[in-house]
């Protein structure tokens, strides 16, 4: 089965600074997608980023990237130039090829500080 | 293109009584998801559907829960005799095909039973 584990509850940051959100995850799958999940205050699940395991270069999406570890089955989160507009929930997610459902990881609450 | 949408947005229920959530997905996507989001937990999958067939239901709890997705209409999350326990935030999403990597979530429905 497949697991997803974000080990920081909370963190915060300075506007216009970088953070880096943490996730692991355990699949015994060799197929396999990441995602990144943003929840703002509104509940709207909005998809940030995504990583598919086969390709080895990090997903980038303007100021959003990851860094895709795959040995050891590593994804975190890298937002630089902070904006207050990130302040939300963040989900790391994971699904398996062939399955359609998403496992996510518990969340992270950002705080943007002005 | 309008969104994946739901309603109520909101829906207050005693215990004992049924839940129906509604979800219609955005134009020209055939695969629906449900998800469901307990406070301070992330999304947890409960079932996924396509036109008419249930594909995978192995999130959904074994009594008291159903789901349809019909030729013509929304999809239907149907939850008979509430208990305190279901309260909770309902998500759906849909994609057009399977395998697709993105789902497009809904605002969610958030259950209170009382």
């Known amino acids: 089965a497949q697991t997803v584990t974000q080990s920081q509850p909370e963190m915060s940051v300075q506007e216009a600074e970088t953070v880096t959100l943490s996730c692991t995850y355990d699949?015994?799958?060799?197929?396999?997608?990441l995602f990144w999940y943003k929840q703002p205050p509104s509940r709207q699940m909005i998809l940030v980023i995504r990583q598919e395991a086969y390709k080895q270069q990090n997903a980038t999406e303007n100021r959003f990237s990851v860094n895709f570890q795959k040995a050891a089955k590593s994804f975190s989160l890298k937002i630089s130039d902070s904006q207050l507009g990130d302040a939300a929930m963040y989900f790391c997610a994971s699904s398996q090829g062939g399955s359609e459902k998403l496992v996510f990881g518990k969340g992270t609450k950002l705080t943007v500080n002005p | 293109n309008a969104g994946v949408m739901q309603n109520p947005r909101h829906l207050v229920r005693r215990r004992g009584q049924e839940a129906r959530l509604r979800c219609s997905p955005m134009?020209?996507?055939?695969?629906v998801y449900w998800y469901r989001q307990l406070p301070e937990e992330g999304l947890k999958f409960m079932v996924y559907?396509?036109?008419?067939?249930?594909?995978?239901e192995s999130g959904m709890p074994k009594e008291r829960f159903s789901a349809e997705f019909p030729k013509e209409g929304p999809s239907i999350l149907r939850i008979q005799q509430v208990v305190r326990g279901d309260s909770a935030a309902y998500f759906c999403a849909s994609s057009p095909l399977a395998g697709d990597l993105e789902q497009f979530f809904g605002p969610g429905t958030r259950l209170t039973v009382l």
């Open positions: 559907l396509q036109k008419e067939n249930i594909i995978d």
């Open positions: 699949t015994s799958e060799s197929d396999y997608y």
């Open positions: 134009k020209g996507h055939s695969h």
